[in-house]
Nanobody, 121 residues
Framework: QVQLVESGGGLVQAGGSLRLSCAASGSIFSILTMGWYRQAPGKQRELVATIASTDRTNYADSVKGRFTISRDNAKNTVYLQLNSLKPEDTAVYYC???????????????WGQGTQVTVSS
């Protein structure tokens, strides 16, 4: 099995910064894409940013220029640096990874348990 464990969420004032981390562990042969999604109360889960194994990145328009996604392939870890935070960034942030499982060599999509980010005005 594969587990994704996020950390780094918390409460911050508007304009502040946070850094989220997500470490993948378990029966991992390779990881294709890693990313972050978020879900605010009463809203659907939405893409924040993704990063491919080639380091190609993709960002939601709402976070471009403020958030930066990166990954450490040796550690199977993805990071999200959140700068210039706004109250509308308040949400539960979920880590996602497309993983090739060692035992089967099949690709599966995995999610973390989520970490709360709250931005006060």
């Amino acid at each position: 099995q594969v587990q994704l464990v996020e950390s780094g969420g918390g409460l911050v004032q508007a304009g502040g910064s946070l850094r989220l981390s997500c470490a993948a562990s378990g029966s991992i042969f390779s990881i294709l894409t890693m990313g972050w999604y978020r879900q605010a109360p009463g809203k659907q889960r939405e893409l924040v940013a993704t990063i491919a194994s080639t380091d190609r990145t993709n960002y939601a328009d709402s976070v471009k220029g403020r958030f930066t996604i990166s990954r450490d392939n040796a550690k199977n870890t993805v990071y999200l640096q959140l700068n210039s935070l706004k109250p509308e960034d308040t949400a539960v942030y979920y880590c996602n990874a497309m993983v090739q499982v060692s035992a089967t060599f099949l690709w599966n999509n995995y999610w973390g348990q989520g970490t709360q980010v709250t931005v006060s005005s």
